[in-house]
T-cell receptor, first 112, second 113 residues
Framework: GENVEQHPSTLSVQEGDSAVIKCTYSDSASNYFPWYKQELGKRPQLIIDIRSNVGEKKDQRIAVTLNKTAKHFSLHITETQPEDSAVYFC???????????FGSGTKLNVKP | DVKVTQSSRYLVKRTGEKVFLECVQD?????MFWYRQDPGLGLRLIYF???????EKGDIPEGYSVSREKKERFSLILESASTNQTSMYLC????????????FGPGTRLTVT
């Protein structure tokens, strides 16, 4: 929803290139920022998350960066592969820390 | 390994019917959620429950109700299905506060004709 904005809505890259997806959030008290990957016909699954006490976290080819001052966080995928093609969602807990607000999703297409 | 299951993968109902979607998780999670997923709109929260018999409205609760009589089961009810409720419905569960991973079910594709 509008509490978490995600861009771009679609992203097409060549295999081997990098992909970056950005999200902004509105509640400065948010302290946990997950990224989910949803392959076609499958459920969303957590791929990486970051807490507000660090600025960057890496896991092999994926990384997430967080800028708390600007209230935005980004997903970086390096050396993209066709199996990275999916819809990616960011999320942040807002206002009520029992629930997440999700971004509207980014459809990533990695062309072989 | 956390498992979240939903009663149906595909469902076709007629306008005005009462529809029950069930979700079961096997990891003793306190929190359970129902989302609907529509293209370009992401995942929108309908209702969530943080304990047995406890529920809280999400962003789009109109036309829906929920029931949580047992910790492992969370049901979404469409009292009188309408065509604008045609969507993908995803259930999720989480052990604790929002700093924990949320696990999703496989989804139910509901079509209301």
């Amino acid at each position: 929803g509008e509490n978490v904005e995600q861009h771009p809505s679609t992203l097409s890259v060549q295999e081997g290139d990098s992909a970056v997806i950005k999200c902004t959030y509105s509640d400065s008290a948010s302290n946990y920022f997950p990224w989910y990957k949803q392959e076609l016909g499958k459920r969303p699954q957590l791929i990486i998350d970051i807490r507000s006490n660090v600025g960057e976290k890496k896991d092999q080819r994926i990384a997430v960066t967080l800028n708390k001052t600007a209230k935005h966080f980004s997903l970086h995928i390096t050396e993209t592969q066709p199996e990275d093609s999916a819809v990616y969602f960011c999320a942040a807990p807002l206002y009520n820390f029992n629930k997440f607000y999700f971004g509207s999703g980014t459809k990533l297409n990695v062309k072989p | 390994d956390v498992k979240v299951t939903q009663s149906s993968r595909y469902l076709v109902k007629r306008t005005g019917e009462k529809v029950f979607l069930e979700c079961v998780q096997d990891m003793d999670h306190e929190n359970m959620f129902w989302y609907r997923q529509d293209p370009g709109l992401g995942l929108r929260l309908i209702y969530f429950s943080y304990d047995v018999k406890m529920k809280e409205k999400g962003d789009i609760p109109e036309g829906y109700s929920v029931s949580r009589e047992k910790k492992e089961r969370f049901s979404l009810i469409l009292e009188s299905a309408s065509t604008n409720q045609t969507s993908m419905y995803l259930c999720a569960s989480r052990v604790g506060i929002a700093g924990d991973e949320q696990y999703f079910g496989p989804g139910t594709r509901l079509t209301v004709t």
